[in-house]
């Protein structure tokens, strides 16, 4: 049976519709941007197929772009409308903390820095540099390191910081092994980082760490 002959409550765009993206699966958003299936497989089948391959949306998602034109059914069309959705979700999380958000909705600087961060295979910290409304002025990716760690020199934090003419900022780091539970050289390096900007009088906000859970805050543990 195709999926034109499925009841309505059953197909995946009318399920969008109807009641909006949260109440489809995995498979079926994946089925939205394939479009269609082949002889003999639906694409929400096709979808689930591709899904069980990689292990996971996530894993799907974060595939390079030249492994992810080779996978069946999916091809540059398909990958481009994948990779295009994806950071059309980096933007939109950008606009709402170039208005201000990041204090106001700590946890969309979190997810910015889960977006940009999450999946890589060496461990990168990255800078997002505010101004004194807290609006985001710029995100800099400024070291990175391997699997087990980068080094960070605050004295270049403070650098890039008076550069953009930064009032606060917000910094994150990913753990590649998924571990998202802050050590102790984590610690350390936020309160060197704090102490080096209060200098400058220049805010730290928050430091995020990236594994395979939801952004851990150093602020929310009272730990910056």
Request: with cysteine.
């Amino acid at each position: 049976m195709q999926i034109r002959d499925w009841p309505d409550d059953e197909r995946p765009r009318e399920k969008l519709l109807k009641h909006g993206p949260a109440v489809l699966s995995d498979a079926e958003l994946l089925a939205l941007f394939l479009g269609s299936g082949r002889r003999g497989e639906d694409v929400v089948a096709c979808a689930r197929r591709l899904l069980s391959a990689q292990g996971s949306l996530r894993a799907l998602l974060e595939l390079p772009p030249s492994r992810l034109l080779r996978l069946p059914m999916v091809g540059p069309a398909r990958a481009c409308a994948l990779l295009g959705a994806l950071e059309l979700g980096n933007r939109h999380l950008a606009i709402a903390l170039e208005r201000g958000d990041a204090l106001r909705d700590p946890d969309s600087a979190g997810r910015y820095f889960a977006q940009r961060l999450r999946g890589l295979p060496h461990e990168v910290f990255a800078v997002l540099f505010l101004d004194t409304r807290h609006r985001a002025i710029a995100f800099e990716e400024m070291f990175r390191g391997t699997v087990d760690g980068a080094e960070v020199h605050p004295r270049e934090v403070v650098r890039r910081a008076l550069a953009h003419n930064a009032a606060a900022l917000i910094v994150g780091h990913n753990h590649p092994s998924g571990n998202g539970d802050p050590s102790a050289a984590d610690r350390a390096i936020t309160a060197r980082l704090k102490q080096s900007l209060a200098l400058v009088d220049i805010r730290l906000l928050d430091h995020f760490v990236i594994g395979d859970g939801s952004p851990v805050s150093l602020a929310a543990r009272g730990w910056v």
